[in-house]
């Protein structure tokens, strides 16, 4: 049997890569005169300017302060809590703002240690991320889990990220075959 958990990850860590290709608005906190790398100009970034850049060249401005997230896409532990709860109270999977928003919890998680690391922020705001978050996670995985036994409406794929649609494929697949070894008489 092929390696279906290494494949598995191979492909969440491509969808992670396009999330990262994907443009975000940035302010600037601190002016910074830019420089050019291979060819690639990164600034000047002037302060009280919004900058939509993508996310993969902000990460190195936002962990440095030179910029911060746009209010109108920050993902803080309020943002997770509010998900979080949502998530829980609805018996059928929530339609995300975007096909990656898990990526964006996963990756903005970096911001919250970095924020921590530099005193903007206490310790406690990171737990109550990791735990909504957690929660996020395990109640679509349960409620994706559920959908993997029957066939997948159009409505129900809507619903679903990038990397849940690439998750369902595999658990349909493999309940299916489970199901028709003990179904069906040979």
């Known amino acids: ?25 940035t302010e600037c906190v601190k002016s910074y005169d830019g420089f050019t790398l291979l060819g690639e ?17 902000a990460i190195p401005f936002i ?33 995300t703002e975007d096909n990656f928003f898990l990526n964006k919890i996963k990756v903005f998680k970096q911001f919250m240690k970095n924020d921590i690391k530099n005193k903007n922020i206490p310790q406690i705001n990171l737990d109550r991320y990791n735990s909504y978050s957690t929660s996020i996670v395990d109640n679509r995985l349960f409620k994706l889990l559920k959908l993997a036994k029957t ?8 619903r679903l990220t990038i990397s849940e649609k690439l998750l369902f494929d595999i658990f349909f697949k493999i309940i299916k075959n489970w199901r028709d070894f003990f179904i069906n008489s040979e």
């Open 151 to 158: 066939e997948l409406s159009l409505d129900d794929e809507r």
């Open 41 to 57: 100009s990164f600034g000047p970034y002037e302060k009280g300017k919004k900058y939509k850049i993508k996310l993969f060249s």
């Open 1 to 25: 049997m092929e390696d279906l958990g290494g494949q598995l990850t191979y492909s969440l860590k491509r969808i992670n890569f396009m999330f990262k290709n994907e443009k975000i608005t």
């Open 63 to 95: 962990i440095n302060e030179v910029l911060e997230i746009s209010q109108s896409e920050k993902c803080d532990n309020v943002d997770v809590q509010r998900y979080a709860i949502s998530e829980r109270d609805d018996q059928k999977l929530i339609q």
